[in-house]
């Protein structure tokens, strides 16, 4: 059989460190494959006024998956400012390459699963009522509409013409900005479509029913963002009483979710949600089992097969300079893992995932994140693991 071919998309920052040891552990659990590397970010905006450029683009149309490390973003005047110089007069402006991808490809299914580590210092805690000392095993997957929503970029400066007649003839809008000069406003759309909203509502009660969670909860805002919160939700429930009755729809706000997370996040299964209130809740989430350097995610699209893999961690360039890496590879694996789940390599994703398990429950490496340093170069002398030392470690469980 011939190996797949995986492109790989290191990015800027962090990015190169946690996927060159990931494919390490990788190698080391058996995956066979071949890896292509993909130009993509900071670099690529600078030099060619592209951080998506074409060439890329093509290799994950061809290869169909990727694994993908982190990317810098900046403010639109910031982004000029680094561009080269003969690139200025262009009218370039910058994007993000990760939307980007998700839009191209249609890669509107974002799962992001959220799972305690036993034996990880870093997660969430409470007091009873008795004052004793619980830690509640948080098992939640969030689906997060990709494509759509705040981060579906159809937005303007200064509104003129038909944009800012449409505008003023929306009641609200007249009321409380016509008097507004169309210089002083800028303007983001939040759009859902009734199709894309049934795909991920879908995937997400798929899910709920293959792996066992008892509910599925809406996380959205339909008491005041009527029209889209409001159509989501009205959807989930015409679409849990006709196909997934055996699964209790729950029906939340986001500012109350991300109140309740603490208060009861073993209640929770799995959690569906727009770009951005799942994008917040999935951090959420992450929070109480550790942090962005546990937190991983899959975003795909069912109909074409392509599949993008990542930490949801930024590319934290600071750390990227440190003559030794510090940062926790841990999501970067686990985004490999979903990875692996995608193209049926089950067994070999739940071994990955044992040997992680069984070096956080012993303790004996850690990183300086798990160890609650600040994340400096010495924290290595005060005996945190590096980046290369985490991925050791997992690779000696895996042997």
């Not at 993909?38 to 890329?56: A, S, V, Y």
């Not at 969670?213 to 809406?218: A, L, N, R």
Request: some cysteine.
């Amino acid at each position: 059989m011939a190996k797949r071919t995986i492109v790989t998309l290191p990015g800027d920052g962090i990015g190169k460190a946690v996927l060159d040891e990931t494919l390490r552990v990788l190698d080391a659990a058996g995956f066979e494959a071949e890896y292509v590397e993909g130009d993509i970010g900071w670099e690529f905006w600078c030099k060619e006024g592209n951080p998506l450029p074409q060439r890329t683009i093509d290799l994950i149309e061809k290869h169909k998956i990727a694994l993908f490390g982190a990317i810098t973003s900046k403010p639109k005047d910031e982004a000029y400012s680094e561009l080269a110089p003969e690139l200025k007069d262009k009218a370039l402006v910058y994007s993000s390459p990760i939307v980007g991808l998700r839009q191209h490809f249609g890669l509107d299914i974002c799962a992001r699963p959220c799972k305690t580590y036993k034996g990880n210092p870093l997660n969430f805690i409470r007091r009873s009522a008795e004052n004793e000392i619980e830690e509640p095993l948080v098992d939640v997957v969030i689906y997060r509409q990709n494509t759509e929503g705040l981060y579906g970029g159809v937005e303007w400066a200064s509104p003129k013409g038909i944009v800012y007649d449409a505008l003023m003839s929306h009641p609200k809008f007249k009321q409380n900005f016509g008097k507004v000069p169309s210089e002083e406003i800028a303007v983001s759309t939040r759009i859902f479509t009734k199709n894309a909203t049934e795909r991920i509502l879908k995937a997400a009660f798929e899910h709920a029913r293959k792996y066992g969670y008892k509910s599925v909860t809406v996380c959205e805002k339909p008491n005041v963002i009527r029209e889209t919160s409001g159509m989501m939700y009205k959807m989930a429930k015409e679409m849990q009483k006709t196909a997934y009755a055996e699964i209790e729809l729950w029906n939340t706000n986001i500012d109350a979710q991300m109140m309740w997370l603490t208060k009861n996040p073993e209640d929770y299964g799995v959690i569906v949600a727009g770009n951005m209130f799942g994008d917040i809740a999935s951090d959420g989430f992450a929070g109480l089992i550790g942090g962005l350097g546990f937190a991983c995610s899959a975003q795909y699209n069912p109909d074409s097969g392509i599949g993008v893999f990542e930490p949801t961690h930024g590319s934290a360039p600071k750390y990227a300079e440190f003559e030794t890496s510090i940062v926790n590879p841990i999501a970067m694996i686990e985004s490999a893992c979903m990875m692996l789940d995608y193209i049926d390599e089950h067994d070999m994703a739940s071994k990955i995932r044992n040997a992680v398990a069984d070096v956080i429950i012993e303790g004996k490496v850690r990183t300086y994140d798990m160890l609650k340093m600040r994340g400096k170069q010495d924290v290595i002398h005060q005996g945190a693991a590096s980046t290369k030392q985490m991925a050791d470690a997992v690779i000696a469980k895996l042997k």
